[in-house]
């Protein structure tokens, strides 16, 4: 006698139940994965962003540390603010010739904030060989009257976040004078989505100008002597870098061409009574600093 086959099994509810248990599984597994690539290609965009940032950084600042303009009787660096640098170079490469023999060049490091979330950091580049060119109004970044230009780093964010209520500068100076500005700072934050932990990774340097020329102080004393005489001293005179100093005298107004190049000077004037000198001190560089008046009476 035969038997009938088991025909138990699944019924359609518990399939059901077990195919939306299986779907919610695999949801979940698939969302979870696509969060880890999603996390890893950020971190991977974010190091990269990093590694030329701070490849760039480093090349601007190699750059700065040179920063020197031969022949030139104005400071390295023309142009100083939170989000811009200019300043001249020489170009080992450069053909030079005609006006331009010592081949100075212009360079301009600056931030696109056309984007008010992410930036651009520019490298423009200006030669000439005729007459020097004016420096331009360059508002716009990049700018059109620069010959060659090419990206820094990307993903720069300075003027897109804040820090005590400010947005941070990338540029920072140790003087807001150009004629004795000798260091300069760095610093570039660089983020993929400043809308997205993690914060801005942050990039700093600092740089000293190894060529910088700065201005000579020049200050004397004036002693009266016994006999009508006055000793002038311009013993106090002084060069930031040590280099030689030229001497020129003004004697009530007028130069004193007997006393150029004279460190100490024994001045009778033609008559007693109150007389005013000056002095002015030049270094090999050709840069001058001329004191303040002194007056002193003769007896």
């Known amino acids: 006698m035969s038997r009938l086959r088991d025909e138990s099994g699944f019924t359609l509810t518990e399939l059901l139940v077990a195919m939306g248990l299986t779907l919610v599984v695999l949801t979940a597994t698939l969302t979870t994965l696509d969060s880890f690539v999603t996390a890893n290609q950020r971190n991977l965009t974010a190091n990269d962003l990093r590694e030329t940032a701070r490849i760039g950084v ?6 700065v540390r040179n920063a020197a303009g031969p022949g030139l ?19 080992p490469q450069g053909a030079g010739g005609g006006l331009n023999s010592a081949r100075v060049r212009r360079i301009r490091i600056c931030l696109d904030q056309s984007n008010p979330k992410t930036g651009r950091l520019w490298r423009q580049v200006e030669t000439w060989v005729g007459p020097r060119p004016a420096l ?17 780093a990307e993903g720069v964010v300075n003027h897109a976040v804040q820090r005590n209520g400010a947005n941070p500068a990338i540029f920072s100076y140790d003087t807001a004078n150009l004629t004795q500005l000798t260091g300069i ?20 340097t600092s740089v000293r100008l ?19 005489h006055v000793l002038l001293n311009a013993g106090g005179s002084s060069d930031p870098e040590g280099q030689t100093l030229k001497y020129s005298w003004t004697c009530d107004g007028l130069p004193c061409p007997s006393y150029v190049n004279a460190q100490v000077v024994d001045y009778q004037p033609a008559t007693l009574g109150s007389h005013s000198f000056a002095l002015t ?4 560089g050709g840069l001058k600093s001329t004191s303040p008046t002194q007056t002193v009476v003769v007896q």
Do not use: K, M, W
């Open 136 to 152: 331009a109004v360059a508002n716009a970044c990049p700018h059109n009257s620069y010959g060659s230009q090419g990206i820094v």
């Open 281 to 284: 001190v030049e270094d090999t």
């Open 210 to 228: 190894r060529n910088r020329n700065r201005t000579p102080v020049a200050s004397f004393t004036a002693t009266p002597q016994a006999g009508g």
């Open 185 to 204: 700072g760095v610093e570039l934050l660089v983020d993929t989505n400043i809308d997205r932990v993690p914060r801005e990774s942050t990039l700093n």
């Open 58 to 63: 480093d090349r601007v600042a190699r750059e």
């Open 73 to 91: 009787q104005t400071p390295p660096v023309e142009r100083a603010g939170p989000y811009e640098l200019v300043f001249d170079s020489v170009d």
